[in-house]
């Protein structure tokens, strides 16, 4: 078993599990009291949203990770190739969600401690972006494995 970080114990359990509510209750908490969070954790990467792994599961089931989001960084337009949920510890996020043809279909803004809209049927189609003056740090839980991280998590869409 790889290190954990107490404060992120609960989350791995119920990710686990596949226990989505109790994975969302602990989501929660560790986004209200992020003790997790390392002051390297809100040192970001002028080229691109910056990911911090946190936790790997050791039978590759999931990961935790950090995203580190500068002022005016966005994420391309994009579905899920496994589920996702997430939220956000410092800073505020903006999500657009989108219709598979191009049209908004919500808009929403996570302030501290908020949890975003989950996708764990992969139905989702979102664009997130840090709108504020401030450096952003958001907490995901994605259903892939290490090896898969980079490439195994977003589906690009193009409308
Ligand atoms: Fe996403």
Redesign the pocket.
């Known amino acids: 078993m790889n290190p954990i970080h107490p404060a992120l114990a609960p989350l791995a359990q119920a990710a686990k599990r596949k226990n989505w509510s109790e994975l969302a209750e602990a989501l929660q908490r560790a986004l209200k009291a992020p003790a997790w969070l390392r002051p390297e954790h809100r040192v970001g990467d002028p080229a691109c949203y910056m990911r911090h792994v946190l936790y790997v599961d050791p039978d590759g089931d999931f990961v935790i990770t950090a995203i580190t989001w500068l002022p005016g960084q966005v ?1 391309p337009a ?1 579905g ?1 190739q496994v589920w ?1 949920m ?1 939220g956000v510890a410092e800073g505020e996020l903006s999500e657009e969600q989108f219709r598979p043809n191009g049209d908004i279909a919500k808009t929403s803004t996570y302030r501290e401690g908020d949890l975003a809209d989950r ?1 764990l049927e992969r139905t ?1 189609i ?1 664009r ?1 972006a840090n709108r504020g003056k401030k450096t952003v740090v958001s907490l995901h839980l994605y259903g892939v494995s290490a090896e898969r991280l980079t490439t195994g ?2 589906r690009p869409y193009s409308f």
């Open positions: 994420s994009h899920h996702c997430y996708d989702l979102h997130v998590i977003n």
